[in-house]
């Protein structure tokens, strides 16, 4: 069945505003999930809250993996991650100083290979590495692996293949789909896909792309106002009125 | 009302736009093109965010090459970037009457106008920007630049980050600022499809060069997706 996340009694505000409200919640109990929503309605958040990049005002957060509950409320975002909840960014994070090999690089190193100048200095390290970054580079289309990203696209790209590299059981996306073309967004889903598939991944999207939504995931969560309202198959959630009247309008409706 | 001749530019040691030409007159021109075609920095060159490392640019007539971006701002044209685009310390009420700076009309009507268009901003004019969502940010940016009384538009991708009701209603928000002030907008968008529903003319860039330049009647979407193919 693979890792779930376990959601329990979470809350989060600020400054009074109630951003997540939620009793409880199981995500990843299917290999591709959707979580959309309006703007605002708390879903950026939720992946905070788990990732552990911010701390609940209460409630608890568990990774629930081979029958045993490992509680992650609070932990830091780096040991979450050691523990194969990875997430890519909403806004562009990018090593603007790296080039886009060493970018990948960076997420390919272990414990082992680190330390000061061990991590990029050693041939054999980069050598073990090259046919990895090779196939990430084909398939993303980067035109020279030794340049730099330099459109919000690639950069945004980049940031995926980086979390691929640490292998994730589950891979967190918040709007993979923006600053892309159409076209590359069915290619970066595929190669998702097709990753999910090899490396047991499960994967939650954040998107409000809905046709991608629709087509790539086999369940989908609808939250607003920091709630988690509605839970189903795309087909029940995309017909359902609640989601046409306050997040779709009439072009999707 | 604005025109490039054969306008160089980049960042750095890297030149990503290569000889443009491109002239603007008040309608509504999409840019497209694949990721680093040259579309950001073509807007960035306009707003003169980026120096201009060869060619000539002129706005209503006037050699603007040089001209300091703020002076750039009060000739009237604004721009929506397409990231850190809202001062997070301010609240959403300040940060939008940082675009009522210039222009004619009072500043309360021109912020009261940004609200009737995003009502979920609206709830929240007095709580700090940086506590905003994503595509509520977007709607911050947006609406500071609408309240610039601009007389060119530079919209980065203006939808990213919206939900699809938003987009919808921005387009048309667009389209209608357009059609009652005679707005030129810039419109660079991944979404083809959306942004050619509103355009008049298509801007298609390949690798910092101008790959097509048409308009949208004679254009079909074929002749467009060969400038992301090459």
Known sequence: MGDTIEVNGLRKSYGGRVVNEIPRLTLSEHRIEGLIGPNGAGKTTL???ITGRIRPDTGSVRLLRDGAAIEITGMSLNRVARLGVVRTNQKIQDFESLTIEDSMLLSLATDRDEGPGRLFGERDFRERCD???ADYVAAMKFADRSAHALSAGEKKLLDIVRCLLLEPKILLMDEPTVG????????VMA???RVAERQDMKVVIIEHDLDLIWKVCEHVHFMADGQILLHGTPEEVRTNRLVRDKYMGESHA | MLELRGIRSGYGDVTILKDVDLTVEAEIFAVLGANGAGKSTLMRTIARLLAVEAGDLRFRGEDVTAVAPN?????GISLVPQEANIFPNLTVRENLSLGTMFGTRSSRSRIDEVFDLFPDIAARADQKAGS????ESQMVAFGRALAQEPRLMLLDEPTTGLSPKYVNLLLEKVRQ?????GVAILLAEQNAVKALEVASRVLVLSLGKVYLDSPVSETDLEAIQGGYHI
Do not use: K, N
Not at chain 1, 180 to 187: F, I, M
Not at chain 2, 71 to 75: D, K, T, Y
Not at chain 2, 177 to 181: E, P, R
């Open chain 2, 177 to 181: 600022i357009h059609d009652s002030h």
């Open chain 2, 71 to 75: 002076r750039l701002a009060e000739m």
């Open chain 2, 132 to 135: 905003l969502s994503g595509g």
């Open chain 1, 47 to 49: 992946m905070s809250l």
């Open chain 1, 180 to 187: 892309l073309p159409t076209e590359q967004t069915d290619e």
């Open chain 1, 191 to 193: 190669l998702v896909s």
């Open chain 1, 131 to 133: 046919p990895i970054i």
